[in-house]
């Protein structure tokens, strides 16, 4: 695979986790037992994504392959 195609499966690996974990943490939000599980899920989800955004982008631009 070259760089781009790692890069490439790194986003879409990024993208379907978070659309899970962001519908899960949804679904604890909206009952008031797991709303602050649910919370707790959407700032971990964020951070999350924060970090292979960055991590990603950086690879990006260095061109060099995703370890995925």
């Given amino acids: 695979d070259s760089w781009a195609a790692k890069d490439y499966r790194w986003q879409f690996r990024t993208f379907w986790c978070a659309l899970l974990w962001l519908v899960i943490a949804m679904v604890l939000v ?23 955004s960055a991590r990603g982008g950086m690879r990006l631009l260095d061109r060099q392959p995703m370890y995925v």
């Fill in 30 to 52: 909206v009952t008031l037992i797991g709303a602050a599980v649910g919370m707790g899920l959407l700032l971990a989800l964020t951070l999350w994504l924060i970090y292979r």
